[in-house]
């Protein structure tokens, strides 16, 4: 289905059945801009009830990350990661990818074990934290 | 497993786990419902106020004879109390196309026929 089928999809999802849905999209680095979930979860945000009141204001838009797609510069991997301050996205959910039961955290989830280890030391969120923080 | 990925849950401070559990040769073989059962009681106990996701592959909902121990609809009968969320993937897989509103969500068609929505 396009995104805007999908949108058509969920619309009639709540005219037929009353479900209020959201939508995940796999995966996050195919749509970092968001242009497609936007399309898809349109129709949702503009439904309004026999009160004239929107039924979903903010849908669930739940999106996976399952790797860092460039390491070429500090802004480059925080994109990836979907930091806000470094991409400006619509996703409201967000999963990293993945554990395995031998040897723990991988992929993006290794992100959060030692952030520093991802970015360069000139980066200047890593000096302190209190910088950090900020 | 549990005990480690709910320590990591722990430890910074995230929202709770998604669980995509896609090993098609547990589930043929009967293995698989016991483990998720296991792991999701496990987990729930670890992690009482933290969001535990699955998500499936629609077809793991459509049973026997394909699945010969229910799959996810046994993995729910046992422990679907304590998963706040399905997630549920809907691929087009062989004449199984969930290409418009009607097939994705009243009565899909194909092999997986009977895992629409509804």
Same mark, same amino acid.
Request: aromatic content about 14%.
């Given at each position: 289905?396009?995104?805007? #089928?999908?949108?058509?999809?969920?619309?009639?999802?709540?005219?037929?059945?009353?479900?209020?849905?959201?939508?995940?999209?796999?995966?996050?680095?195919? #749509?970092?801009?968001?242009?497609?979930?936007?399309?898809?979860?349109?129709?949702?945000?503009?439904?309004?009830?026999?009160?004239?009141?929107?039924?979903? #204001?903010?849908?669930?838009?739940?999106?996976?990350?399952?790797?860092?797609?460039?390491?070429?510069?500090?802004?480059?991997?925080?994109? @990836?990661?979907?930091?806000?301050?470094?991409?400006?996205?619509?996703?409201?959910?967000?999963?990293?990818? @993945?554990?395995?039961?031998?040897?723990?955290?991988?992929?993006?989830?290794?992100?959060?074990?030692?952030?520093?280890?991802?970015?360069?030391?000139?980066?200047?969120?890593?000096?302190?934290? @209190?910088?950090?923080?900020? | 497993?549990?005990?480690?990925?709910?320590?990591?849950?722990?430890?910074?401070?995230?929202?709770?786990?998604?669980?995509?559990?896609?090993?098609?040769?547990?589930?043929?073989?009967?293995?698989?419902?016991?483990?998720?059962?296991?792991?999701?009681?496990?987990?729930?106990?670890?992690?009482?106020?933290?969001?535990?996701?699955?998500?499936?592959?629609?077809?793991?909902?459509?049973?026997?004879?394909?699945?010969?121990?229910?799959?996810?609809?046994?993995?729910?009968?046992?422990?679907?109390?304590?998963?706040?969320?399905?997630?549920?993937?809907?691929?087009?897989?062989?004449?199984?196309?969930?290409?418009?509103?009607?097939?994705?969500?009243?009565?899909?068609?194909?092999?997986?026929?009977?895992?629409?929505?509804?």
């Amino acid at each position: 289905m396009s995104p805007a #089928d999908i949108n058509a999809a969920l619309v009639a999802a709540y005219q037929h059945n009353g479900w209020q849905t959201g939508v995940m999209f796999w995966q996050f680095s195919s #749509d970092s801009e968001s242009t497609i979930i936007s399309t898809a979860i349109s129709g949702l945000e503009s439904i309004i009830n026999t009160d004239n009141v929107l039924v979903l #204001d903010y849908p669930v838009r739940f999106t996976c990350i399952n790797k860092i797609y460039s390491s070429s510069s500090d802004s480059e991997v925080l994109r @990836s990661m979907g930091v806000p301050s470094a991409v400006r996205h619509g996703y409201n959910y967000i999963s990293f990818y @993945s554990w395995t039961y031998r040897t723990g955290a991988q992929g993006p989830l290794r992100f959060w074990v030692d952030p520093r280890s991802f970015l360069s030391t000139d980066y200047k969120g890593t000096r302190t934290n @209190s910088i950090l923080r900020s | 497993m549990a005990i480690n990925l709910a320590q990591f849950v722990s430890t910074y401070n995230l929202d709770g786990v998604n669980i995509d559990y896609n090993d098609n040769y547990a589930f043929r073989t009967r293995t698989a419902e016991q483990w998720l059962t296991d792991f999701t009681t496990k987990l729930r106990e670890l992690l009482p106020q933290s969001l535990i996701v699955h998500t499936v592959n629609a077809a793991y909902f459509v049973g026997q004879p394909t699945y010969p121990n229910g799959a996810y609809l046994t993995v729910n009968e046992n422990v679907g109390s304590k998963i706040d969320l399905y997630n549920v993937v809907y691929y087009s897989q062989s004449n199984s196309l969930y290409s418009t509103a009607e097939t994705l969500f009243t009565k899909s068609t194909g092999w997986a026929s009977k895992t629409a929505v509804t």
